[in-house]
């Protein structure tokens, strides 16, 4: 009874009050459906699609007699229905003091029914239609939105003023249709990691000489590409000896919308005299050196410096620098997405800065 009383009370709120002028909880619940899965040419799923002028054959004694055959398109898929989205969202908002207006939210969405593209059917069933695609995928993402705005008079004549924002937000493929990979090959599926992950091979450094070359896995990860010292190193992930698309792995961040997004700026204000300024960041995010962008002596290209400063060569046989072997052609080998191209995202930077003064009235 005496709790109650208490909670219940002035000597209970007044205090409080004080703290935090205003207070409140949020929440929201949703469930939506996306039809728009495909294209407009795409919509009617449950008929298929089958064209005259496939594979004939012929027939008669003479084998004069010519049919034409049908060509499958589109199996019809009646099961086809649309993605569906689930959201859900939990914050408070609250006033500290008269001097700060906070909110924190979390938020986390579930995707299902994805519609994509079966990659589990081997050519074996004798499927003749082009790829089959069904709502077979399903993702999951969550992350925290916070921000704060400050505003703080300290007389007539001086102010403060500032926002700060927050926001991460991670997402996770839950379910695709994936071949059955064996143990060696675990490393190839894409459940567990964010939609927008980069894959890529792991480089290890680069070949030293020709001994090093002929006394290390085989490297096909580019066509036609003859692997020489100075070139990369890749390696050999499921241990088959042979470097190649099986031994891709997950690189660094997604190089896309980073996880976590920031921003600040505070202004200061005294008589007629004002100054304000706007900060901007990014976190975990990757992106990739574009290598055959920059590829020196390639279609009569300069070397950048940094390439002239850095790279290997028979005087200067290092296991690593920027720049591999040089070549006058397109060296397939040394331009693949791998570790060795790709770098932080992390940026911090100013957005703006102001200073201005106001004339009085008179």
């Known amino acids: 009874i005496g709790l109650g009383y208490m909670i219940s009370g002035e000597k209970f709120w007044e205090p409080l009050k004080k703290v935090f002028p205003s207070f409140k909880f949020k929440y929201s619940w949703g469930r939506v459906g996306n039809d728009e899965i495909a294209s407009a040419t795409e919509r009617f799923f449950f008929l298929s699609d089958i064209s005259y002028g496939g594979k004939g054959f012929k027939w008669g004694r003479d ?22 989205s689930e959201k859900a969202n939990y914050g408070i908002e609250f006033n500290l003091l008269d001097f700060a207006d906070i909110m924190v939210e979390y938020f986390t969405e579930k995707r299902s029914g994805i519609y994509q593209q079966r990659t589990s059917i081997p050519a074996s069933t004798g499927l003749s239609g082009n790829d089959l695609y069904g709502n077979v995928g399903g993702a999951k993402s969550h992350g925290v939105d916070a921000s704060m705005d400050i505003n703080y008079s300290f007389n007539k004549d001086a102010f403060i003023s500032g926002r700060f924002n927050f926001t991460y937000s991670k997402s996770e493929v839950t379910e695709k249709d994936e071949p059955a990979y064996k143990e060696s090959l675990k490393h190839l599926s894409r459940v567990g990691y964010p939609a927008a992950q980069s894959w890529g091979y792991i480089a290890e450094r680069l070949f030293i000489d020709a001994a090093d070359v002929a006394n290390s896995p085989k490297q096909e990860v580019a066509d036609a590409a003859v692997v020489q010292a100075g070139d990369i190193k890749y390696k050999d992930i499921n241990g088959d000896g042979l470097v190649n698309s099986n031994d891709q792995v997950a690189l660094g961040f997604p190089t896309y919308s980073p996880e976590i997004n920031y921003g600040f700026g505070i202004s200061f204000g005294w008589k007629g005299l004002d100054i304000s300024t706007f900060f901007q ?67 911090v930077r100013m957005k703006s800065l102001e200073v201005g003064y106001s004339l009085p009235d008179s």
């Open 63 to 84: 084998m004069a007699v010519n049919y034409g055959g049908f060509q499958i398109g589109r199996y019809a898929n009646p099961d086809i229905q649309w993605e569906i």
């Open 281 to 347: 960041g990014q976190d975990r995010v990757s992106f990739f050196i574009n290598a055959g962008g920059i590829s020196p002596f390639v279609g009569q290209r300069n070397a950048m410096q940094v390439i002239a400063d850095d790279h290997w060569s028979p005087d200067n046989p290092v296991a690593q620098s920027f720049w591999p072997r040089l070549s006058a052609a397109n060296n397939n080998n040394n331009t693949q997405q791998s570790s060795w191209w790709i770098r932080n995202g992390r940026i």
